[in-house]
């Protein structure tokens, strides 16, 4: 008898389970089909169910939010990992799942077998055909390893191509089976070539940043994230997992992600709702504090210092020094009788109210109150009745209460402190007294103010200080969470303008501080974290990087010691890829040249130079056929981004083509750390073109170990 062929046995396996796999997944889109089409079946005749018009808007909105977090995208994978639970004998199995804490190694699970997604998908009795990735259980599927199984017997990893399941892995923990980092799909995801807006990370997600992801909504956290380590995913993922775990708590209170730019902003616009999150809001701090329209530019030096925390303290100090002392009795008349307030309660009202420490709007608000309190308590006094309302309100707009308050606590608005301040220099002293210099409150003086708030031309810098005074004269609305990313370039300012609406929620800071290239940019996270008004939060670095190839990084590297930053060196676990770096005598001709070579390869190509040579590089790939997009045009189909180096922080290309490094770093008193964050946008490879000497730092650089196989 012939012995039996074991290859063609496993290879019969792996491909009946491939086939039931495949099966499983034709089964869950239709699942999520059906609970789509029964989302938008009610959605069509919630208004005949709800009881009155506001009930039937609300059920509305709810029904529509529902039918959006059920979109399925046939290109996207609806699952991408299982976990097979070990078998439990009967006398340790136990009902003690925390699902709190996700401790997934209890008997509950014991030979039970998930397939773990973006999304949560039953079938019709309501058994969950596919896990989302935050349920407590799931959290296996990114912590489980050899050394701690967590129950776990086999981990599945799936390999997908256009939405189509094409192949699988496992590793059998219960074996002491690990394959961690050289997972052939987990290395294929990573390494996947992207164009258009950024993806989400649920597939690759690493234990360590799976630790912040899960990071409780009462902590506030700042990732201290080289190039490539992914710190902008675990940001917008903890947002997704917050939402699951806290889901009517933040839709009350609502979760803000604020970015450095647009461009950057609607990069990472698809991560969220790839995986059903449809209501967050997204701004740049400009749009978050956008008062008044902005139509002037001002010297750096006077924006830098519009940007500094002093000057949080001379505007209070302007506010309070707005508050007056009573100087006359108050004497009102309601057509029947006359009433009077004397001096010494006056004085107690405002007193009391400036003790309060209320915002000033607020405090006004309540002087007024308690002087028409005690108008109302010698009324009582003379009928034994309680007046009526509307004489309450009518004595709190008489002509003698509204004249004292004016006196004592006049109105202001945020545009008209700051331009009162600005435009008189001995009230800019009074303020600024032992805080600013003289020059520096002569560099603040307008020469020529406006007459009125109202025509002044704004710069950037005042609508910082008009948001300050804003926060002085009133409370802001606040975020139950809120995810700052590209933060090493908020200035303080900036940093107490989102404190203001975070002041009762948590915050997930994001950035490198080797990536600052603002003129106020953090040097240390501390200081950050005060002006947001988290002085204890974690700051927790993340150095080893998955997307940027170690060549690209070394390369980078030899510009920190000249940043003055106190920051790791990043790490790459990518030996692939590739780093070329030529001088070239003409580098329109080099860059025509060198982009057209890159299109040879799968994926997307940004070319990034200073940003007064973008138009004529533009111009020139355009005239050699080569169709181009903006960094602001991330839907668009075009491979090739002709990007300025002034919008590229955040944003990332499969090959990067730098031009003129000595250009780039001369256009900005920053400009070597501009340059760090350019070298580090390229996700395979990076082409660095340069006619004049490369700035000192990458001098250092031998030659022949900048062109790196994998080309």
């Known amino acids: 008898m012939p012995a039996p062929d074991l290859d063609t046995d496993v290879s019969t396996r792996l491909d009946t389970d491939l086939a039931a796999e495949r099966a499983h997944l ?83 699970h014991g030979g039970r077998r998930y397939h773990v997604g973006r999304r949560h998908v039953t079938d019709e009795g309501g058994e969950p055909l596919v896990l989302d990735w935050r349920a407590p259980v799931s959290r296996s599927f990114y912590r489980a390893s050899a050394r701690d199984p967590q129950g776990v017997a086999v981990r599945r990893r799936f390999g997908f191509s256009s939405g189509a399941l094409t192949s699988f892995e496992d590793e059998r923990l219960d074996r002491g089976e690990e394959l961690g980092t050289t997972s052939r799909i987990l290395t294929a995801e990573i390494e996947r070539p992207r164009v258009g807006p950024m993806r989400d990370i649920v597939a690759t997600i690493q234990p360590e940043q799976d630790e912040l992801v899960r990071a409780d909504l009462a902590d506030s956290i700042c990732v201290q ?54 209501e967050v809001e997204q701004a740049t701090v400009e749009e978050l504090i956008a008062r ?119 109105a202001l608005t945020p545009e008209g402190l700051v331009h009162s301040l600005l435009s008189d220099p001995a009230r800019l002293a009074a303020a600024a007294d032992g805080l600013l210099t003289d020059a520096e409150q002569a560099l603040l003086t307008w020469v020529k103010p406006a007459r009125t708030a109202k025509a002044t031309r704004w710069t950037a810098a005042d609508a910082v200080l008009i948001d300050e005074a804003s926060g002085l004269l009133e409370r ?4 139950g969470h809120v995810v700052v990313d590209e933060a090493q370039d908020l200035s303080p300012m900036q940093c107490r303008a989102i404190a203001r609406r975070s002041e009762h929620g948590s915050v997930t800071l994001l950035g490198d501080l080797a990536q600052g290239t603002a003129p106020w940019a953090a040097t240390d996270w501390r200081e950050s974290l005060a002006h947001l008004g988290k002085p204890d939060a974690a700051v927790v670095p993340l150095t080893v990087g998955f997307r940027v190839p170690a060549a690209v990084v070394a390369f980078a590297n030899l510009l920190l010691p000249a940043l003055a930053v106190n920051v790791p ?15 070239v005598a003409d580098l329109t001709a080099a860059t025509v040249t060198e982009v057209r070579a890159a299109l040879a390869h799968d994926g997307s190509v940004g070319v990034i130079a200073a940003d ?38 955040g944003l990332e290309y499969d090959h990067v083509v730098v ?29 660095v073109l340069h006619s004049e000497p490369l700035p000192e730092p990458l001098r250092t650089a031998p030659r022949q170990a900048t062109r790196v196989s994998g080309w």
């Open 569 to 583: 060196a990043a790490e790459s676990l990518r030996r692939d890829g590739g780093l070329d770096v030529r001088t």
């Open 476 to 479: 802001a609305s606040g975020f």
């Open 659 to 687: 031009v003129e490094p000595a250009a780039i770093v001369a256009a900005e008193p920053r400009g070597l750390h501009r340059l760090y964050v350019v070298l580090t946008r390229a996700v395979s490879r990076l082409s």
């Open 292 to 410: 008044v329209p902005v139509r002037a530019v001002e010297a750096s030096a006077v924006a830098a210092l519009k940007h500094d925390a002093r000057m949080a303290d001379v505007l209070r100090r302007a506010v309070q020094a707005q508050i007056g002392t009573p100087a006359d009795p108050i004497t009102v008349s309601d057509g029947s009788f006359r009433w009077r307030i004397g001096l010494e309660p006056l004085h107690r009202i405002v007193e009391e109210t400036r003790r309060e420490g209320l915002p000033y709007g607020t405090g006004r608000e309540r002087v007024r109150a308690r002087v028409v309190g005690l108008l109302q308590r010698q009324a009582e006094a003379r009928r034994a009745e309680s007046p009526s309302d509307a004489w309450l309100r009518r004595m709190g707009r008489c002509r003698p209460v509204v004249d004292f308050l004016d006196a004592v606590w006049p």
């Open 225 to 278: 994230g080289a190039p490539g380590t992914g710190k902008t995913a675990v940001g917008l993922h903890r947002a997704a997992y917050l939402l699951y775990l806290h889901r009517e708590r933040l839709r009350r209170a609502g979760v803000l992600i604020v970015g450095p730019n647009r461009a950057f902003l609607s990069y990472i616009a698809a991560v969220l709702p790839a995986l059903g999150e449809v």
């Open 612 to 649: 007064e040579a973008v138009d004529a590089l533009r111009a020139a790939l355009a005239a050699d056929g080569v169709a181009t997009a903006t960094a602001d045009d991330v839907t668009t189909a075009e491979r090739v981004t002709v990007v300025p180096a002034t919008l590229v922080k």
């Open 26 to 108: 034709a089964t869950s889109r239709a699942a999520l089909a059906r609970m789509r089409e029964r989302a938008e079946s009610l959605f069509a005749t919630g208004d005949q169910v709800a009881g009155d018009a506001y009930a039937a808007e609300t059920l509305g909105r709810t029904l529509a939010r529902r039918v959006a977090e059920l979109a399925d995208d046939p290109t996207t994978p609806l699952f991408f990992g299982r976990l097979d639970f070990a078998e439990v004998p009967d006398h340790e199995a136990t009902n003690s799942e925390d699902t709190s804490s996700g401790d997934t190694s209890s008997g509950d």
